[in-house]
């Protein structure tokens, strides 16, 4: 795990000082963020049953949905305290709790879990992400509207879209065993290659805007963000080891869990006139603290 997140976090510096030397700028980020979520990731949902060695029974994966609407539930009856535990004031809860549940599995989870666990794994981690969007534009949205009043309606487009379409078409592929023509597969894979570099490189160009003494003289900010990336990870995982004993199962979940917060908190904050200051704070410094905390979470839980 450890030379894992080196080999990542130097691509992110790749970003930074891309961002630096304008290379890539605020359009040219925002267009490789398109094509890591509209297409590369995509790619690697479908990747993982193209790689699978046949040790993945449907069985496996009943567990994994088991565990991942137990892991939703909990968090989101755990976001419910965490703003009152570190005492925010009352216009952030609504950024807390949101930051609390939804992690940034997309972007970093499935690129860690491929180049870790293999491509394979993947297949265990797209059930993690259908719950994720039906949550974060229904939960996600109210909470963040909850202190102007009303509900929003979610759209079906959003949470049908194209990452759980792409979790839909692997799991057909898997329960039917599908096999597809040896060019396209090739394909898949090919374009799947791109998404960790291409997420990293997005992620470290995003920092090359912040602030960095800003982002850490927010203490508040800063022990929520190590509640969320080691204690919640380390004690969780502790836990469905007592019940779990599969392996892989487990390294996906510690990594959904120990990822940092997901970049759709800041977009719902903007949008729904919630905390955006501090969701993107919580978005960029649990970004750069899980460098160093991936790894901690991971050699204690191992």
Do not use: W
């Not at 479908?46 to 699978?52: F, G, I, Q």
């Not at 969007?133 to 959003?158: C, D, F, S, W």
Request: hydrophobic residues 55%; proline residues 3%.
């Amino acid at each position: 795990m450890l030379q894992q997140m080196i080999v990542l976090f130097l691509i992110m510096l790749v970003g930074f000082v891309a961002y630096k030397k304008d290379y890539i700028n605020d359009s040219s980020s925002k267009k490789l963020s398109s094509i890591v979520v509209n297409i590369a990731n995509p790619a690697l949902i479908l990747s993982s049953v193209l790689t699978m060695d046949g040790t993945v029974t449907g069985e496996d994966l009943a567990v994994t949905v088991v565990i991942a609407v137990a892991l939703f539930a909990g968090l989101l009856l755990l976001s419910i305290f965490v703003p009152v535990l570190f005492r925010v004031d009352k216009q952030s809860y609504g950024a807390y709790r949101v930051m609390t549940v939804f992690s940034n599995i997309g972007f970093m989870g499935f690129p860690i879990i491929s180049s870790v666990y293999g491509s394979g794994a993947l297949l265990y981690a797209t059930l993690f992400l259908i719950p994720y969007n039906v949550l974060i534009y229904t939960y996600g949205i109210h909470t963040m509207k909850a202190g102007r009043g009303g509900k929003e309606k979610p759209k079906l487009g959003q949470i049908l879209n194209i990452g759980v379409l792409a979790c839909v078409v692997a799991m057909l592929l898997f329960a039917f065993h599908i096999e597809l023509p040896s060019f396209f597969g090739s394909t898949i894979t090919m374009l799947s290659n791109l998404t960790a570099p291409l997420s990293m490189m997005v992620i470290g160009a995003s920092m090359a805007v912040i602030d960095f003494r800003k982002l850490l003289g927010d203490y508040k900010l800063l022990l929520f963000s190590l509640f969320k990336l080691l204690v919640l990870p380390i004690l969780g995982t502790l836990l469905l080891k007592q019940f779990i004993d599969n392996e892989i199962i487990l390294g996906v979940t510690m990594v959904m869990l120990a990822t940092p917060v997901g970049s759709m908190t800041a977009m719902l904050a903007q949008e729904y006139n919630g905390d955006y200051e501090l969701a993107s704070k919580g978005v960029m410094l649990t970004t750069l603290l899980s460098v160093v905390t991936l790894p901690i979470v991971s050699a204690i839980v191992g």
